[in-house]
């Protein structure tokens, strides 16, 4: 089982990057993808989720910004993030696991701990 995140890197504020997770090992549609971050000295948050039964979801600090979708034929999930802000600034993870856990961790920042899989990060920097 495998999550490799890629994409990430230093932008401008108001800029943009397309962060990729790509999955391998398990069954991909059966599983609910999900984005967090990390900022230096913070807690980790959940960002967004795309989940086959829930839909997307993303956290209030990034709507209207950020745009998750999923490629099923290349078993990967995108993260568009646009107008990008210095509070944006962290090490992105993506994490997989039953769509109730996924939900749970990233709506009400509880249980992340217990998703199955992650991805080892990507970082992203954000300038002002």
């Known amino acids: 089982v495998q999550l490799v995140e890629s994409g990430g890197g230093s932008v401008q504020a108001g800029g943009s990057l397309r962060l990729s997770c790509k999955a391998s090992?398990?069954?991909?549609?059966?599983?609910?993808i999900g984005w967090f971050r990390q900022a230096p000295g913070k807690e980790r948050e959940g960002v967004s989720y795309?989940?086959?039964?829930?839909?997307?979801y993303y956290t209030n600090s990034v709507k209207g910004r950020f745009a998750i979708s999923s490629d099923n034929a290349k078993n990967t999930v995108y993260l568009q993030m646009n107008s990008l802000k210095p509070e944006d600034t962290g090490v992105y993870y993506c994490?997989?696991?039953?769509?109730?856990?996924?939900?749970?961790?990233?709506?009400?920042?509880?249980?992340?701990?217990?998703?199955?899989?992650w991805g080892k990060g990507t970082l992203v920097t954000v300038s002002s």
């Open positions: 795309i989940s086959k039964n829930d839909g997307v």
């Open positions: 994490a997989a696991d039953l769509s109730v856990v996924v939900v749970t961790a990233i709506r009400l920042g509880r249980g992340a701990n217990t998703l199955d899989h």
């Open positions: 090992g398990f069954p991909f549609d059966a599983y609910t």
